[in-house]
């Protein structure tokens, strides 16, 4: 199975202030032939579903507001939120579906 | 807009089975794969299987082959999964979580609200 490992596990940001959680894997997801990363990056808050925020590694999915952003390619990825609000306290799962088992990091939790 | 109702709690004695369900609306059903994942008390989310709603096929991680079976039904936008032989380690909170499109390699654009799955003596 493709490992996924997030860092850190935890981190605390100031309001307006950039955050940045960066994701491994334990081998490339960017399949050649359509030069597409298979990565998505996904946030749960608590009692909730995980929400979809990017997917191939850095399209922001429809409705995610764009101080959300995804970079990264191969085995290294990272989200970066621009300008921390309060309502962006949560955890952050990357994950990965290029292979099966999809698998997922084991989270990083954002607070203020 | 799109919605998966999944069905109600459970609590299940060890070596039952559950089935949990979920209803999809606002899109064409057969059009996309649904995909099952569960997270255990303070774990990181698994996957655990996905299935081509239009034409049936399924996949399941290794982890639950044997145990996990998942269907669908067309006529009524439903997808099923079924978990057999459990222990205390399937206590979770199990979600339906769609696909962008048919195939298994895609990442999950829509979940259900999820369903809590306890395995207790």
């Known amino acids: 199975d493709i490992v996924m490992t997030q860092s850190p596990d935890s981190l605390a940001v100031s309001l307006g202030e950039r955050a940045t959680i960066n994701c491994r894997s334990s081998q490339s997801l960017l399949y050649t032939s359509n030069k597409k990363n298979y990565l998505a990056w996904y946030q749960q808050k608590p009692g909730q579903p995980p929400r979809m925020l990017i997917y191939w590694a850095s399209t922001r999915e429809s409705g995610v507001p764009d101080r959300f952003s995804g970079s990264g390619s191969g085995t290294d990825f990272t989200l970066t939120i621009s300008s921390l609000q309060a309502e962006d306290v949560a955890i952050y799962y990357c994950?990965?579906?290029?292979?099966?088992?999809?698998?997922f990091g084991q989270g990083t939790k954002v607070e203020i | 807009q799109v919605q998966l109702v999944q069905s109600g709690a459970e609590v299940k004695k060890p070596g039952a089975s559950v089935k949990v369900s979920c209803e999809a609306s606002?899109?064409?059903?057969?059009?996309?794969?649904m995909h099952w994942v569960r997270q255990a008390p303070g774990q990181r989310l698994e996957w655990m299987g996905w299935i081509n709603a239009g034409n049936g096929n399924t996949k399941y991680s290794q982890k639950f082959q044997g145990r996990v079976t998942i269907t669908r039904d067309t006529s009524a936008s439903i997808v099923y999964m079924d978990l057999s032989s459990q222990g205390s380690e399937d206590t979770a909170v199990y979600y339906c979580a769609r696909g962008i499109d048919s195939d298994v390699y895609q990442s999950l654009d829509h979940w259900g609200q999820g369903t809590l799955v306890t395995v207790s003596p």
């Open positions: 994950q990965q579906y290029y292979d099966t088992p999809q698998t």
């Open positions: 606002g899109y064409t059903f057969t059009r996309y794969g």
